[in-house]
């Protein structure tokens, strides 16, 4: 199983940025869905997480401002950024927890930029 993330990049403050991230490979099912970013010197914490019928939780700092969504046909996990501030300046990856024919695994894709100006 892979993930390949798209998106990301440099945007000023108040400005919006998407991603996507596709799982392909070996999938029976996908359960959980998530963002995670990681800002430099810090932990990497969660930003959001859709679940497999849809339903979402956000990190309090994101609330409002984030959205997450997914296409289970496609296998794909979206972030919709908006009213971006600096602090959100980070690396963010995308996680899914993915059934493989009976075996559930955790994988993470590949880190994508963000740089907020202010």
């Known amino acids: 199983v892979q993930l390949q993330a798209f998106g990301g990049g440099l945007v000023h403050a108040g400005g919006s940025l998407s991603f996507s991230c596709a799982a392909s490979g070996s999938i029976f099912s996908i359960f959980t869905m998530a963002w995670y970013r990681q800002a430099p010197g810090k932990q990497r914490d969660l930003v959001a997480v859709?679940?497999?019928?849809?339903?979402?939780n956000y990190a309090n700092s994101v609330k409002g401002r984030f959205t997450i969504s997914r296409d289970n046909a496609k296998n794909t996990v979206y972030l919709q950024m908006n009213s971006l501030k600096p602090e959100d300046t980070a690396v963010y990856y995308c996680n899914v927890n993915i059934n493989s024919g009976g075996r559930l695994t955790n994988y993470w894709g590949q880190g994508t930029l963000v740089t907020v100006s202010s």
């Open positions: 859709i679940d497999s019928i849809g339903s979402t």
